[in-house]
């Protein structure tokens, strides 16, 4: 039998991924968003507003759901802190409110390796070790960081005071088709690969190395944790199947697009120059999830949904949500 899913967020980079791969496997999907659209036939749009309590509760007013995953957040630091504390804490709380007043069997937010302190604008700082594991300290340093750092130590509260079935999962940088939301700058890598002629990576250098997540192996571990109860009150890194350094980046691009010069300097990047990586072994362990798709896969299936005129779609096409969820 089919479980309602509702996905917060859904219009987004992450969020649009989770819904489509839902309804792939015949769920029955929901999506709520502050403005109106649609996404597809078999996803059924809610337009409320996560940071508007009655709002809320007039949209999602007696709706029930199986999970909630929770992707909205604003995908980056705006500048304003009050509205990164309305949106990412206040609308996150608002949320965790709803699915403890209706009963959920399961609530999955996203968070971000950021959390750790990793955030392209900050400075960076080397890990303590390699590859990072999900009990590495966490000394977030501005306020993109740290809201995403507290929107878990909100959700962890809810479970433990509330027995809210919720976890986290910190998404690194998420590559794939689309480009909206957090993952504008993903669009902008696919024109230039239309183009043929350059592309940058977000690499300093050749030699860094960074770690990266395919948008399929998100929405596919998003899904894992909102079915297993193994999941509960755990936070879990949101990784590929392994690090990247700029060399196998350009290397996955020029197999695909012979001739075309790939370029390093990318307006951000994770490592700064420098290197990091991510331990995925709790996932595997836990909920038996364990990453896909390389960076090549990746680069493949942007390279589909060029040839299949997805770079045609609407250019101000923007997240209708509050972002695609993090780093993305």
Known sequence: MARRHLVVGGSGYVGRALCLQLAEQGEEVATLNRSDGDIDDRIEWIQGDITDAGDLKRALADKKFNVIYHVASLPGDTGDPLQMVEVNLV???????????????????????????????TKFSAPDYEPVD?????????????????????????????????????????????????????????????EGKSVQIPH??????????????????????????????????????????????????????????VETGFPWSMAQGGRISFDMSKA???????????VEDSVLAIKAWIDSGGLDEDRSAEDKAYGGGVEN
């Open 91 to 121: 609308g996150l709380t608002n949320m965790l409110n709803f699915a403890r007043e209706s009963g959920v069997d399961g609530f999955v937010h996203s968070s971000s390796i950021s959390a750790y302190e990793w955030y392209p604008a």
């Open 134 to 194: 999900e009990a590495h300290p966490c000394r977030p340093r501005d306020m993109y960081a740290s809201s995403k750092r507290m929107q878990e130590i909100l959700a962890m509260t809810f479970y433990h005071q509330y027995e809210l079935p919720v976890s986290s999962l910190r998404l690194t940088a998420v590559v794939g088709p689309g480009g909206r939301g957090g993952g504008r700058g993903w669009r902008e890598f696919a024109e230039k690969l239309a």
């Open 204 to 261: 300093f250098s050749l030699e860094e190395v960074c770690h990266y997540v395919d948008s399929r192996d998100v929405a596919g571990m998003h899904i894992a944790a909102g079915a297993h109860e193994k999941a509960h009150g755990e936070i879990f890194n949101c990784c590929g199947p392994g690090e990247t350094s700029g060399d196998d980046f350009a290397q996955a691009i020029q197999k695909h697009y012979p001739g075309i010069e």
């Open 284 to 294: 595997a362990r836990l909920i038996d999830f364990r990453p896909q798709f390389t």
